[in-house]
């Protein structure tokens, strides 16, 4: 027992010495400029040796302690390099005038006030807001009738559910592209016939917006039902039945019983539409890659007529070069995401008291 | 409750309306896919020039094209997706577990940082986390940006707090007296996670692998920003991008690259239905 102990102690401080080393000697590497290919991995190797020394050191008090910190340590570190790190550089960044590689000097809150003289993203802004509250309703309206239909004796239910819920499993940039090839090729041979209407909807600028606001209800609709069939489930049978016993018919069980016994559900699906939409991306871009003309709006003509703020963002810091404005514009997204998420937490707790 | 028949009637109808509407794109696609150019833009919809053949010339135009490069693409993204399901389900099992019982300071804010950063959008994070790739990279002598291990780490950061999320709160559930016995018994804590609480993580280990690959395999932004449109790594989404941008209007190539994106999700819908869809749903509602 002894003995194993020892050689164990060996081992590790082996281990935890030689991962050590190799570290230090990948930083030393690093630090003086070598470019030798082998620092990188054997950075990797280091820490990995480094970490196994740590879990092999035979020790009963701090082995618990060891062993949580080995296992947070992964996804932290990831966590802490993807998210926090770019999240603090990203606001940072915001009051410089970065152009994605270095910055010279600060600026102030020079890229916020140009942002909001510029009349596109102004644009961008009402539009997202307009696509935001049409969604809302839209999506909400669409997947909690279907939902309905999906929760009535009828049959082939099954299939209705799996055939809505479909559009979701599908990427929003291939989405975009068989959409575009629908409007584009099948909707304008049918126009022209009925109508005389020769030109595809995605040419102008609102027809074009509404395109977009039809594909994604299209997709949205049925995730947005799947949540309320598992809500209408829950509403309890006997419930149901005595409300029919008493002579209700079915749109005063509707408003009256399932309607207010799925106002959770409602809330959640809300502002699950609310995010969701305001961060649309993958379909603003293949659908119409934010292209349309406004004659005048603030006094100026656009070009961007279909360019939801996701989008914009997008396009100011690949497109245009200019990081710091993008990241500027990013940073206002985050705060307008962070205050629809609080009052959302406050609504759901408000509810929950109420309950 | 009964309906009367007129009614179940014109709620079939309806039923079946919708249902044509939400397939019709996906008819659109594989109808055309048979069909060669001239015929697609004739004919969009109906039968006219549909052939079996046609559709194996398609395929091979698709397949065989050196711009799309369907499957090293299609084998990129599928090697991005599994690596990024299994290190975030064990990454992520082994973090929620420790958050979960050890109740100290540290834990609890780790757990809110976690919960916090849910709301951050990708827009805001894109731009400098490119930049740190880059930089890191660079200095430590790995290539972060244009490889397959630089966007694994990347989904395993971004998808941590979800999974963390959602795993925390079915280990709460598991009650502690199973590892007290572990540990009398004489079980070291390493061995009681993995030996006795990951195999109970099954099913919520699921419901966290079908959220998170639905994101990773159809995610655009993300490979487009770290791989380049005209990178050598290219994922599905990433190559359909770049393919339609250099094919205008050629939709027999376009459809046909569209269908092949598509089938892997599809089948896997098709078997796992059931999961899926309660996945989904359980995913919003915690």
């Known amino acids: 027992m002894s003995e194993n102990s020892t050689s164990r102690k060996m081992l590790s401080l082996a281990l935890l010495i030689a991962g050590a080393a190799g570290l230090a000697a990948a930083l030393f590497m690093d630090f003086s400029g070598s470019g030798s290919p082998v620092r990188g991995p054997l950075l990797i190797l280091g820490a990995v040796v480094f970490l196994f020394g740590l879990y092999l050191f035979p020790t009963v008090e701090h082995h618990r302690s060891i062993i949580n910190f080995i296992f947070l340590f992964p996804l932290l570190f990831t966590f802490a390099v993807t998210v926090i790190i770019p999240l603090l550089l990203g606001v940072f960044y915001s009051f410089t005038d970065w152009n994605g590689i270095k910055f010279n000097q600060f600026v102030g809150f020079s890229n916020y006030t140009s942002m909001f003289k510029d009349p596109a993203f102004i644009w961008s802004i009402l539009l997202t807001f307009l696509f935001v509250v049409f969604n809302i309703i839209l999506v909400n309206l669409v997947g909690f009738s279907l939902a309905l239909l999906c929760t009535s004796k009828l049959k082939g239910v099954n299939f209705f559910r799996a055939s809505y819920f479909l559009p979701n499993l599908i990427g929003g940039i291939v989405l975009g592209y068989i959409w575009q090839f629908a409007f584009n090729n099948v909707l304008v041979q049918i126009t022209a016939k009925t109508m005389g209407m020769q030109s595809s909807i995605l040419s102008a600028t609102n027809t074009a917006f509404a395109a977009i606001i039809v594909v994604y209800v299209w997709q949205y609709a049925g995730y947005i039902m799947l949540i309320y069939v598992t809500g209408l489930t829950t509403v309890p049978k006997d419930v149901l039945e005595a409300s029919q016993i008493d002579g209700a018919n079915a749109f005063t069980t509707l408003m009256k019983i399932k309607i207010p016994m799925i106002a959770s559900t409602i809330t959640i699906c809300t502002f699950l539409t609310l995010t969701s939409a305001f961060k649309q991306f993958d379909v603003n871009m293949a659908l119409t890659n934010g292209t349309g003309s406004v004659a005048d709006f603030m006094g100026s003509y656009l070009t961007n007529g279909t360019q939801m703020l996701a989008l914009n963002i997008y396009n100011t810091a690949i497109s245009k070069n200019s990081y710091a404005l993008g990241q500027a514009k990013a940073v206002f997204f985050f705060i307008v995401l962070a205050c629809v998420s609080i009052i959302q937490v406050r609504i759901s707790n408000s509810k929950e008291v109420e309950m | ?286």
Request: proline residues 4%; positive net charge.
């Open chain 2, 1 to 286: 409750m009964e309906m009367k028949k007129s009614r179940k009637i014109i709620l079939t109808v309806v039923g079946i309306i919708v249902a044509i509407y939400t397939l019709f794109p996906f008819y659109l696609v594989v109808m055309n896919t048979f069909k060669n150019a001239n015929n697609i833009v004739a004919d969009p919809v109906g039968f006219g020039g549909v052939s079996v053949s046609q559709l194996m010339a398609n395929l091979s135009a698709v397949v065989n094209n050196s711009n799309f490069n369907f499957w090293y693409a299609f084998g990129t993204s599928a090697v991005i997706t599994i690596l990024s399901l299994v290190l975030l389900a064990l990454f992520g099992g082994m973090a929620a577990w420790v958050i979960c019982r050890n109740k100290t300071k540290w834990s609890t804010v780790i757990y809110m940082t976690f919960i916090a950063s849910m709301i951050i959008p990708f827009q805001v994070v894109m731009l400098p986390l490119i930049s740190t790739f880059r930089d890191v990279g660079q200095f430590v002598g790995l290539s972060l940006l244009q490889s397959i291990p630089g966007i694994v780490f990347a989904y395993c950061g971004f998808g941590g707090a979800m999974t963390v999320f959602i795993l925390t709160g079915f280990i709460k559930g598991i009650p502690y007296e199973l590892e007290e016995a572990a540990a009398i018994d004489g079980c070291s804590p390493e061995g009681t996670f993995f030996r006795i609480i990951f195999p109970l993580l099954a099913p919520v280990i699921t419901t966290v692998t079908i959220l998170n690959g639905m994101w990773i395999w159809n995610d655009y932004l993300l490979p487009s920003l770290m791989l380049g449109q005209n990178g050598k790594v290219k994922t599905l989404p990433v190559a359909v991008q770049a393919f339609v941008g250099s094919y205008v209007k050629q939709w027999d190539l376009i459809l046909t690259a569209a269908l092949l994106a598509i089938i892997p999700m599809v089948i896997i819908f098709i078997v796992a239905q059931k999961q899926i869809m309660n996945g989904m749903v359980e995913g919003a509602i915690k």
